[in-house]
């Protein structure tokens, strides 16, 4: 059973930094893409970044040049480097990949249960 479990999330003054962590753990045995996504209250869930296994990243233009998107591949973990944080970038914060389990198993799509990220004025 694959899980991606998040980590770093909190609350934080407007102008302030958080690192995000998501780890991904089970029977694995490649993770293609990797990706942050949040959800605001009363709003849909957006991309915020993502990353190719070889390290290509893309973000939304509401946090480029504040958020730096990484990974670990042989930690299994992907980070958010959130800098000069705004009011606005508060929501739960979703860690997602692609992963393929066996050699053999198709490539499926998970997703982490989220982590609270609180920026305050």
């Known amino acids: 059973q694959v899980q991606l479990v998040e980590s770093g999330g909190g609350l934080v003054q407007a102008g302030g930094s958080l690192r995000l962590s998501c780890v991904a753990s089970?029977?694995?045995?490649?993770?293609?893409?990797m990706g942050w996504y949040r959800q605001a209250p009363g709003k849909q869930r957006e991309l915020v970044a993502a990353?190719?296994?070889?390290?290509?990243?893309n973000y939304a233009d509401s946090v480029k040049d504040r958020f730096t998107i990484s990974r670990d591949n042989a930690k299994k973990t992907v980070y958010l480097q959130m800098n000069s944080l705004k009011p606005e970038d508060t929501a739960v914060y979703y860690c997602?990949?692609?992963?393929?389990?066996?050699?053999?198993?198709?490539?499926?799509?998970?997703w982490g249960q989220g982590t609270q990220v609180t920026v305050s004025s």
């Open positions: 990353i190719t296994s070889g390290g290509s990243a």
């Open positions: 089970g029977t694995i045995s490649s993770i293609n893409a």
């Open positions: 997602n990949a692609d992963i393929r389990s066996r050699w053999w198993d198709p490539e499926q799509n998970y």
